[in-house]
């Protein structure tokens, strides 16, 4: 008889726990129209992120329907919260998905801003305004605008304190901790080349940059044997073992070919989990262009000794570029 007491007892404690959440988030006075609903595809993790910013020293006063709702393909939806530090959105895709392989390309035009996105998944529209940080974690997109703030401190504080509640420890059982897309999209000056196939991006600076796979991965390489090798390597190296073969590609902004034939760049590589011969590059770096002979790129041939986790570092003319990609059959 004790228990049949205790029972109902204990669910009407959870429901009213359940509802005092749900409450603190509620809006008053004119806000009170635009507040998410509670059928919304992203309310209760809305409302779970909501008590995480709590948790964070964030002061939560209203999370209301976003006009972002719809920004990218296969997304669940987005809130606005309005809190004491500052308002910003969140996009949500569903949690099996993340926004780790999506840039953000900015344009300026005077005082406008224009965002657009590549990469996955894929967003068909831009956003247009004021200055805007992005920060991304998981499943979610943070939007924070220009206008942004508690009035007391920059925009880039309440982004800063964003970052800080959703940040993610390095994942353990990542055994090659390869080079992923930065979020904001590096790209390159005018009139290099800036199109990419969507499974790739840009990394580097003007200094040097070269194209990346968006997973950090280079697959299918084909395996030259020893004899091939020593076709375009130098006298004083005779392979004995077959290697993977690749073909890099950096641009350097102001590189001239008519006064540098021959670029003054080396590669440079080490396998990071487990041992391994360090990998060779031919005898000679090379350039070449599209259509533009003014703006040309470098280019050298590598061999990967074997497959595995690879740091690769490039050296022109003591600006360095170093990334980390996985070599898979």
């Known amino acids: 008889m004790r228990l049949c007491v205790a029972l109902p007892v204990m669910l009407l404690i959870a429901f009213m726990q359940s509802s005092l959440l749900a409450q603190s988030f509620d809006c008053t006075g004119k806000a009170a129209q635009a507040q998410l609903s509670s059928i919304d595809p992203v309310y209760v993790d809305a409302m779970d992120l909501a008590r995480n910013l709590i948790d964070h020293g964030f002061i939560v006063n209203c999370v209301q329907a976003s006009k972002w709702g719809n920004l990218f393909v296969d997304q669940e939806g987005a809130a606005l919260y309005r809190t004491e530090q500052g308002d910003f959105d969140i996009l949500f895709l569903p ?29 068909p529209g831009r956003l247009e305004g004021k200055k805007t940080d992005f920060i991304r974690s998981a499943n979610l997109l943070f939007l924070v605008w220009s206008d942004a703030g508690d009035g007391y401190g920059p925009k880039r504080d309440l982004a800063a304190s964003i970052e800080a509640a959703v940040s993610r420890s390095p994942n353990s059982s990542d055994s090659c901790p390869v080079t992923r897309p930065p979020l904001m999209a590096f790209i390159p000056p005018s009139p290099y080349p800036t199109e990419l196939p969507a499974d790739s991006f840009w990394f580097g600076t003007e200094n040097l940059w070269t194209e990346l796979p968006m997973d950090g991965t280079w697959k299918g390489l084909p395996l030259w044997s020893a004899a091939e090798q020593a076709e375009n390597e130098d006298d004083s190296y005779r392979p004995t073992a077959s290697a993977f073969r690749n073909k890099l590609v950096w641009w350097h902004e102001g590189y001239d070919w008519r006064t540098e034939n021959q670029p003054n760049l080396t590669v440079t590589g080490k396998r990071l989990d487990a041992p391994a011969p360090p990998l060779t590059t031919d005898e000679h770096v090379n350039n070449g262009w599209t259509n533009d002979s003014h703006h040309p790129f470098i280019v050298a041939g590598i061999f990967i000794p074997t497959l595995g986790c690879w740091q690769i570092t490039e050296n022109y003319n003591g600006d360095r570029l170093t990334f980390v990609v996985l070599v898979r059959q």
């Not at 949690?95 to 967003?123: C, I």
């Open 95 to 123: 949690k099996s998905e993340t926004f780790d392989a999506v840039q953000v390309v900015e344009q300026r035009q005077g005082d406008l801003y224009l965002y657009s996105f590549r990469g996955t998944p894929h967003s």
